[in-house]
């Protein structure tokens, strides 16, 4: 069964830049693509970018476009989502998922065209 691990958040200035990491394991991974939500205590958890496996095509949500930039690395089975220009809106914690196929297609922002998730990494912005 796919594990994922997420790494690289952390504690950050408005303005600066993280790199999350997402490392997939198990003796089999097979995926439309991988995606990265974020959510906060109380609310929905909330799409934030999702690439494509097998062709590399990138989807994010208006509120981190031309700021984060998801890209994968399918000989090693990882997801990074590089954050530039953070906000302290973007304090969250965001959760790598790996997407599942299901029947008219792929939904990169559809939570339930998932079927695992990791544990999630804080990152957090100080104004």
């Known amino acids: 069964q796919v594990q994922l691990v997420e790494s690289g958040g952390g504690l950050v200035q408005a303005g600066g830049s993280l790199r999350l990491s997402c490392a997939a394991s198990g003796r089999a991974f097979r995926t439309p693509g991988m995606g990265w939500f974020r959510q906060a205590p109380g609310k929905e958890r909330e799409f934030v970018a999702a690439?494509?496996?097998?062709?590399?095509?990138?989807y994010y949500a208006e509120s981190v476009t031309g700021r984060f930039s998801i890209s994968r690395d399918a000989a090693k089975t990882t997801v990074y989502l590089q954050m530039n220009s953070l906000k302290a809106e973007d304090t969250d914690v965001y959760y790598c998922a790996k997407g599942r196929y299901g029947m008219g297609g792929w939904n990169s922002w559809n939570r339930n065209d998932y079927d695992v998730w990791g544990q999630g990494t804080r990152v957090t912005v100080t104004s």
């Open positions: 690439i494509t496996w097998g062709g590399g095509n990138t």
